[in-house]
């Protein structure tokens, strides 16, 4: 009898271990959903706004800039060349991606690289946006500069040309493939003066047709 009871014990023991490891394992599947279709708290939320042909126009700051230092989220740049707006100093203070703030991390601009970059001036002051214990980690101050990641709003630039989300890229991609454009053919975009399909017809070139043809070029100019 006592044999029975306690064989009988072991299988509702056996049963109720195999119960409980079935309910956490259909948890782990739901937590999983959920992380799928949630974000985390911590992270951003929002819509693509289109490349930098579309974007920089809402923008108050288009400008070529320098990165010259960076702390915590903060970038310090010099402003190279205005494209479109208004700034009286030469170095600006950029604040980049920390807490739930819809910016791009501040590791992707290295000291010495060179960006096109359409910026947000800070005009109001957030409560609790600045920490003085954390000065470095921060929202951003009255009058300092914040960058957008929900949409092309910036550009890397090497030896006169541009590369990134330009126009018509895919979204939330910040490095699509595509031919360097003239940073001129884009300020002149930015003025105006030539249209947004000239900037995209650039950008869609076919970098092998070009090197095909620049070989021809060199080849015929030997043969001669």
């Known amino acids: 009898m006592k044999r029975q009871w306690r064989h009988t014990s072991n299988l509702t023991a056996l049963a109720i271990a195999l119960a409980a490891s079935a309910a956490l394992a259909d948890g782990a599947v739901e937590d999983t959903n959920?992380?799928?279709q949630m974000a985390p708290e911590e992270s951003c939320l929002c819509l693509w706004q289109g490349g930098f042909a579309d974007v920089q126009a809402t923008t108050d700051l288009v400008a070529t800039v320098t990165v010259v230092d960076?702390?915590?989220?903060?970038l310090d740049l010099t402003v190279d060349t205005i494209l479109r707006g208004r700034e009286y100093n030469e170095t600006i203070r950029l604040w980049l991606q920390a807490r739930d703030y819809c910016r791009p991390e501040a590791a992707l601009f290295p000291a010495g690289s060179r960006w096109v970059m359409a910026l947000q001036r800070i005009t109001d002051k957030v409560p609790g946006g600045f920490d003085p214990l954390t000065p470095n980690i921060s929202y951003g101050r009255i009058g300092d500069y914040t960058l957008s990641s929900c949409g092309g709003y910036w550009l890397q630039l090497h030896d006169g040309r541009v590369t990134g989300n330009l126009v018509d890229a895919p979204r939330w991609e910040h490095e699509p493939k595509m031919t360097p454009v003239l940073l001129e053919l884009l300020r002149a975009y930015i003025r105006g003066e030539v249209s947004r399909d000239a900037l995209q017809e650039a950008s869609r070139e076919d970098p092998a047709l070009r090197e095909l043809m620049l070989d021809t070029s060199e080849?015929?100019?030997?043969v001669r």
Do not use: C, E, H
Not at 70 to 74: A, P, Q
Not at 219 to 222: A, E, I, N, S, V
């Open 70 to 74: 960076g702390k915590g989220n903060s």
């Open 219 to 222: 080849f015929l100019r030997d």
């Open 34 to 36: 959920d992380s799928a």
